[in-house]
């Protein structure tokens, strides 16, 4: 009765693929970020051995059904899994599928690796962040807000780029809160360090960085202080050995996930950011390596907060930190 992995749209309907004969629902064919939790107490009804909960997003579907493709073309699903866990041989069997509403977050986009956090929630991620400045030839984030919202201009690029995090309840179901406030990156794999407040990002991009977020409190990350790092390689440190690198952090602001997010729906590019491809001989403007090439910034008076946290990429650079690293997906830790 469940379409696993089914995409639909802002108001719950199910996204058609008008490709096929006759329409059928749009399913994802790439699950991604994953994470295995237990509940305290939490008992499904009809279960023999333990309850788990698997949380699983769906990146993206491949092509439609003629062949056609539609990478980043839909909004990426999200699901909670109750799962019967044999006690003897611990196999799994699926009790209940329940899809996650991201309504409230204005939908997911390209949801990819994943982590369990210290307080056992699902931190996802949004990769590929959409360069807000260049959105009007953006034909994928174009198709994402007309299969989203029926409209291809009225999703709101700063609206992506961020960390999700879904809180799954004992009866199986699953409320999700995008997180604004960690900056606005290729976002995929996020770890959380065992003081339960210091977050350090993978950056899933080309001119990628290695960022770090500090919560004002542990197992909370609607307010925090964000950082980019500024590394240096080690001399005498041989390559084919991975090289070793000093790193210095740099503060690029404090903010609440409330704030940003009104920054986002209240703010257009124009107002953070002028941006030349080419060189404009001005002194005014900064050159910077973005996505693989070269551009000139210039960002607006008063706009600090904004800058760090809706166009991080180019902010952190502006600032000095080293955003020389290519799908850096994520990093790991021995605690």
Known sequence: TTLAGSHHDIAGRPIMDPSATPPTQFF???????????LPGATAPGAKGHTVFAVVQFEYTTRDAKGGKTYGHLPSPIAVLTLDQDKATGA????????????????????CGASLSPWNTHLSSEEYEPDATAIDTNARFRAFSQNLFGDPRRANPYHYGHVPEVTV?????????????????????????????????????TNGGLFMFVADRAAELSAGTLYVARVAQQAGVALDRGG????QWIRLGHATSAEIERLADTLKPADIVDVKTKD???????????????????FKPGMDKAAAFLETHRWASTV?????????EGVTLNA
């Open 28 to 38: 994802s064919d790439c699950p991604d970020g994953y994470s295995l939790l237990q």
């Open 92 to 111: 799994l069997e699926l009790m209940r599928y329940h899809p996650v509403d991201a309504a409230a977050a204005h939908g997911l986009w390209i949801t």
């Open 169 to 205: 309840h004992p009866d199986g179901t699953g409320t999700l809160t995008k997180h604004y406030c960690l900056g606005r990156i290729s976002h995929e794999l996020v770890q959380v360090m065992p003081d339960r407040r210091t977050v350090l990002m993978g950056d899933d991009a």
């Open 244 to 247: 070793a690198f000093d790193l």
């Open 280 to 298: 404009p001989h001005d002194a005014a403007y900064t050159a910077i390596p973005y996505d693989g090439k070269r551009q000139w910034v210039k």
């Open 320 to 328: 000095g930190g080293t955003l020389a690293f290519t799908k850096m």
